[in-house]
């Protein structure tokens, strides 16, 4: 998504941008004659997986295909996201070896931690720090499997070894504080360039009418690290709240089982565009219970853009994003601190949360608008250039 954002705000700035991904079936789009066919790892026999392993850490395809795109388009610079797995950093080497700058977007954690998340099995997870990937297939951290986490656990010690990520990436940009300090916390202070940038979003376009609801909303992936069973457990202890929760997942069947007993809870399914509008509108607030160091919620952003006020837990970017002025944090898996949050927020005088909620869009506005985004983008396109 913010792939497509950064390459709308450039354009619509009067810049040329070439796209580079992984060809699909069905996919149309400019240049895709240089799209390489991504390593298929998953299907077929053991030994065709095997035999396309390789591909995952190292796509020599995707390298070539990156090698004849900047020859034809001569790009000034490179700007990489989530090139994991499918076109693989081996196109960084392809950007180097021609000469032109690459700025990396890390969006996960990816780049310090074979599962992406810092996270596995309910807990928060440092065990790689040190080049320690053997912790991956110890914890089987990846969809707790020991075949995916062993190939993580290669992956990760492959590319550190090669060195490949701050060897050919010029500036690696975070959205969040946490993030950046996180990887210099596994790769050492001052090891790489480090920049900031908030991922672009196109405000005007999810701006909702403003309006104080009456329920607290949660939106998202229905799945163990973004904390909804924690949020049941609140809405236990605070059963005069009344809770929607939109989303789908591999943890769906299990919660709305769990919330069967709960009558201030409503589970609806996912709900996108203009149906997840209208709950957004008739929401009091949004919350954000994550129990992993989310990065840079897009659901916060979504939140902000129909001013409502944010309840999140403190983990990653999100009390950077919720401040002391947009919302409330808590104690990130402590049930009865959100419960407490939760019932301060419907006590709270709807003026109050629609000051709060108006404060969140100025800041969305303000910090975020493709002005203010640009301005930023482009210095540190001229620093990498420099």
Not at 86 to 115: M, Q
Not at 126 to 140: E, I, M, P, S, V
Not at 291 to 301: A, M, R, T
Request: glycine share 8%; with cysteine.
């Amino acid at each position: 998504m913010f792939f497509h954002e950064v390459a709308r705000m450039l354009r619509a700035n009067g810049h040329e941008v070439a796209m580079m991904s992984c060809a699909e079936p069905g996919l149309d789009a400019a240049g895709v004659e240089f799209f390489p066919e991504a390593v298929d790892y998953r299907n077929g026999g053991i030994i065709k997986r095997v035999l396309n392993f390789p591909g995952m850490i190292y796509n020599r395809g995707a390298k070539a295909a990156m090698a004849r795109r900047i020859s034809e388009f001569c790009p000034d610079i490179v700007h990489a996201f989530a090139i994991y797995v499918r076109l693989t950093p081996a196109i960084l080497e392809a950007a180097k070896e021609a000469g032109v700058p690459v700025v990396l977007s890390c969006n996960d954690y990816k780049h310090i931690c074979p599962n992406y998340k810092l996270f596995h099995h309910g807990k928060i997870c440092d065990d790689c720090k040190g080049g320690h990937f053997y912790q991956a297939l110890r914890n089987r951290c990846c969809h707790d499997s020991v075949a995916f986490s062993a190939a993580s656990m290669v992956e990760a010690y492959v590319q550190d070894g090669l060195d490949i990520w701050r060897r050919n990436v010029h500036t690696f940009l975070f959205a969040s504080k946490f993030m950046a300090e996180k990887t210099e916390e596994f790769w050492g202070k001052g090891r790489v360039r480090i920049d900031f940038l908030r991922n672009p979003f196109d405000v005007a376009r999810h701006e909702i009418t403003p309006n104080v609801g009456d329920y607290v909303l949660y939106f998202g992936r229905l799945i163990e690290e973004k904390g909804v069973d924690v949020l049941l457990e609140a809405a236990a202890l605070a059963p005069d709240v009344p809770i929607v929760i939109v989303g789908d997942g591999p943890d769906q069947a299990r919660l709305n089982a769990r919330a069967l007993g709960l009558a201030n809870v409503r589970m609806v399914g996912p709900a996108w565009g203009d149906d997840l509008a209208q709950y957004l509108h008739g929401a009091r607030a949004v919350v954000v219970p994550s129990l992993w160091h989310e990065n840079f919620p897009y659901v916060i952003l979504q939140a902000f853009a129909a001013s409502k006020p944010v309840i999140g837990s403190s983990r990653g970017g999100i009390p950077e994003m919720i401040g002391d002025a947009r919302g409330w944090t808590y104690q990130a898996s402590d049930a009865t601190a959100l419960a407490t949050v939760l019932r301060q927020v419907v006590q709270l005088p709807n003026q109050k949360i629609a000051e709060i909620g108006a404060d969140a869009l100025t800041f969305l506005r303000e910090e975020l608008s493709d002005d203010s985004t640009y301005e930023r983008l482009i210095a540190i396109y001229r620093k990498a250039l420099a």
